[in-house]
């Protein structure tokens, strides 16, 4: 099948979508497919968003959001409908819903999302306090698209319920799949076994923390769970990556900040590589959090996740299988000894970290994501499904 895969930016860079559109199509071709790429481009904004922009922050103090507008989407659309006319793909897969919805080709078209506007507002800080401008504009423009949709897929049953309860689109277009781990190799089950019988066996327990947002990454409760374990007679410690946030002195103690780390860098890579080897979880406890396909490689290297019950993350992470969820209204403490009563137990601790493995290896990785992908568009196409 010819298959072209757009996205905004180049969809083959690992720099786009934090490599999600790279990945899928490295799957398809594997599979056999013909996959053209389609990088989308943001216009150039008209003058008068700005000035819209300064008065509607002057007046209301709200914030006029231009990627949702006609204008900027229009343009897009035409970008897309050129592209398609030119390679005449059997099919057209859409990184974000967004791009598709003033397109008028007619070959059958997969939107592949993490969420829906509607679920973004309030959510997160960079969808709060909106003007009612742009709220109006992005929940027609999230309308159009998925209305024009052959098929929509999400990653998480949180954005496909939204889908069909804020959009009213037929349930039998909307589905589930969640994404893998951006990795360019995967770990052995040999290496990860072999990392599960060191880890199990260190004197301090290492949570690493990987993100660039301190803040919406839940990384103050973070930091509370990690006193509160020493406090319980577990030595362990925060292990920061992607960001360096200010902390107190009382706990310094706890905590190694190593900063941004770029995986462009190869000894930079190499040391994210080792930390997920040998760290006993990742410790991501994220307010707001579409998916996360970090979570997704920490399950690849065999790693528990502790991880918040908040957006699509529970597609990921089941609690008490592959990771703890800290539950609405549970504090960092309270998950604290949920999690000591796991780690004190050599059994019960390697028995998480192979789940977290199987979760990768069964279901979150892209080569289960594309054969569930094909499922969906064979009949789309008038191709038969695979047995």
């Known amino acids: 099948m010819k298959i072209a895969v757009a996205s905004l930016h180049d969809p083959r860079s690992v720099k786009t979508w934090s490599g999600t559109p790279a990945h899928i199509i490295a799957a398809l071709e594997k599979k056999g497919h013909k996959v053209v790429s389609i990088a989308l481009q943001k216009p150039t904004e008209p003058w008068h968003f700005d000035w819209l922009r300064?008065?509607?922050?002057?007046?209301?103090?709200?914030?006029?959001?231009?990627?949702?507008?006609?204008?900027?989407?229009?343009?897009?659309g035409r970008q897309l409908d050129c592209a398609v006319a030119k390679a005449e793909p059997d099919l057209v897969v859409i990184m974000h819903s967004d791009f598709l919805a003033y397109c008028t080709f007619s070959v059958p078209s997969i939107v592949v999302h993490d969420t829906t506007f509607a679920?973004?507002?309030?959510?997160?800080?960079?969808f709060t306090n909106l003007t009612k401008r742009s709220i109006q504009a992005g929940n027609d423009m999230y309308q159009r698209a998925l209305d024009k949709a052959s098929a929509a897929v999400f990653s998480a049953g949180w954005a496909s319920q939204s889908a069909i309860t804020d959009y009213k689109v037929d349930p039998n277009k909307i589905f589930t799949i969640p994404f893998g781990a951006n990795l360019q190799e995967a770990p052995t089950d040999n290496d990860v076994e072999s990392w599960i019988e060191k880890r199990s066996l260190a004197a301090t327990c290492r949570f690493l923390f990987l993100g660039v947002n301190w803040g919406r990454k839940g990384?103050?409760?973070?930091?509370?769970?990690?006193?509160?374990?020493?406090?319980?007679?577990?030595?362990?410690q925060l292990v920061i990556a992607g960001c360096s946030p200010v902390i107190d002195k009382d706990s310094e103690p706890y905590v190694q900040q190593l900063g941004f780390l770029s995986k462009d860098k190869p000894e930079e890579s190499r040391l994210l590589e080792s930390l997920l080897q040998t760290s006993q979880a990742l410790l991501v406890p994220s307010v707001a959090e579409c998916f996360g396909c970090v979570y997704c490689e920490a399950n690849a290297y065999g790693l528990p996740v502790l991880a918040r019950d908040t957006g699509g993350i529970p597609e990921i992470i089941k609690d008490g299988k592959n990771g703890l969820l800290l539950m609405q209204g549970e504090t960092p403490e309270s998950l604290a000894l949920r999690w000591a009563k796991i780690y004190s137990s050599k059994d019960a601790y390697q028995q998480m970290s192979r789940n977290a493995r199987t979760e990768y290896t069964t279901r979150l990785n892209y080569g289960v994501f594309v054969e569930k992908l094909e499922a969906i568009a064979f009949p789309l196409v008038k191709m038969p499904v695979k047995a």
């Open 119 to 126: 679920s973004l507002v309030d959510y997160y800080p960079e």
């Open 54 to 76: 300064r008065i509607y922050f002057k007046t209301q103090q709200k914030w006029f959001l231009s990627i949702v507008e006609k204008e900027v989407l229009e343009d897009i």
């Open 219 to 236: 990384g103050p409760d973070a930091l509370r769970f990690v006193k509160e374990l020493n406090k319980l007679g577990i030595p362990s």
